[in-house]
């Protein structure tokens, strides 16, 4: 038998470094196979792929996919789903409409994402993508984006957070930046020890929640470049406060002013910094001044921020939409996107005010959905623009669309009036937050800290609390590849004190929410915290939301609980 096969190329769409992902498609008669292919002459890989990466197909067959719109959970057939919800959609005001997006949407189809709210005349277009690393979106101004060859050639580099479970293949050009001569320099900043800590010159493991406070306190010790750029009375205020800081850290003050002095003499270096899901209490602050950071160092110094995706601003932040359901304003919800709302359990509740909810999936809904769910094709068969670290990048199919999937384009265009907008929507990749106002919001900011409490402060108290971080795994997608949602790690001393061994069932408490898991005791946890996977629903229902006052942004930060063992 003669066996047809072709070699389709695309960019990796599942995070942002944009590898090349070529696949060998096989017709074998009965059957397709597909088969990773290796490209060492590929620009930004050099024919590797992470895992992620080389699961990726298996995303196009998923048995989770979901082929068949849904209904109250219910297959619903195409014709009468669009006809419904174009005649429900027709009962509201466009007051009474949101419109929000993900991850899962090309640009070309965001921007008539956007066109469809125009022709609506609804004002409220937000973001569904909750995720903290869409604070990146968020900018001082003048910052200057590193490329990957900025990167390669670094002499001093600085990592604040786990940038390698969003981004694993990062680590090559920054372990071969660090090894090209023996003076580079590479410090790392994380509230949790990594592995990678062990490749760093220096590892400031900060207290759970502080790093943005500990990236202000390398503003200040910049000295006279970060004068020039913050203006004296901000500079003054910050190093005023710069023993709080350190206290609070739990960092010694001779190790901020040692990173200072490494990007203040070499010439040529780039900040990383990259957020996870229930980590930051402040990822707004944390994107600020990290990007800052950059900005005030003297020398060539640009800043990048890895993450899985980065998504066009929309022109409120979701917990306005949160609160317009609340005040029951807003009666109907569209989404356009993918595993939304079970990506953020805690939204749900919330959505059970409305009287039309309307989301896209390419998979089956993992939590029962009051509304519509229309399946959609994924970012791996579809074809136009995205989001890379290095700008802008086209994907290819690799197959075609999933059965009983429809386009975003044919969605829209089934369920709208036709009467399109005369202008075309702006879409916004940055939001520029004037300096001033950052380091007044740093400075309160600070002032809501006290020392050994950094983290959660706000949080009620009872008892024996740990803090409860979340952690994301380098190979974690939508819970589909995975993993170790059962595990939860502690550290040894933490272990002793509340008598819990490696392998020990344990349940953990938070409000009115618990979960069991199994204790893995590891010193990578930070004394008196644990860590747990964030991949799946049923771990990120643990961790409430909050909305950040300035953004409108919704915020998912660490959250206190106990610990009991289970006999
Ligand atoms: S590093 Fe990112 S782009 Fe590259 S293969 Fe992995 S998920 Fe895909």
Known sequence: MSIESKLIKTTCPLCLYGCELPIKVENRGDFILRKNEYNPQSAVNQGRLCARGNAAKVILDHKKRLTSPLFNNKNIDWV??????????????????????????????????FSFAQELRVDLVSRSYLEPEAFFSYTPGEVKYAELKDIEQSKVLLVIGDIFSKIPLISKPILDAKYADRNNRLYYIDSVKTRFAGFANKFLWTKPGTEPLLILGLIAAMGKSAREVLGDKNFIGIRKIMPKIVEICGIVEQDIEEIAQSFSTIPKGVILASMDFGKTDNPLLFSLLAQLLSMVTPGDKMFISPALASVPIGKNGFGEVIERINQNKVKGLINFGN?????????????????????????????????????????????????????????????????????????????????????????????????????????????????????VSQQKSNGNELIVLGEESAFGYRGIFENNANQLKINPITAQKQDIKSGDSVKLIINDKEKEFIANITPSVPIDAISISVDTSDNRILFPIQIDSITKEVIIPPIKGRLSKVN
């Open 80 to 113: 009468i789903a669009l006809s419904q919800i174009k005649r429900q959609l027709k009962g509201f005001s466009p007051g009474e409409i949101a419109i929000t997006y993900d991850i899962n949407n090309t640009l070309e189809e965001i921007t008539s994402i």
């Open 339 to 455: 595993n939304f709302p079970c990506d953020y359990p805690e939204i749900t509740p919330h959505l059970k005010n409305l009287s039309l909810f309307v989301t896209t999936s390419i998979f089956g809904q993992s939590l029962p959905i009051t509304g519509w769910t229309l399946p959609v094709p994924s970012l791996l068969e579809k074809t136009g623009t995205i989001n890379t670290l290095w700008g802008k990048d086209t994907i290819q199919p690799l197959a075609e669309p999933v059965n009983g999937s429809k386009h975003i384009f044919d969605i829209i265009e089934h369920i709208s009036s036709g009467n399109e907008s005369k202008f075309k929507p702006r879409i916004i990749n940055k939001s520029i937050i004037n300096i001033n106002d950052i380091i007044g919001n740093a400075l309160d900011y600070i002032e809501t800290r006290s020392v050994g409490e950094a983290q």
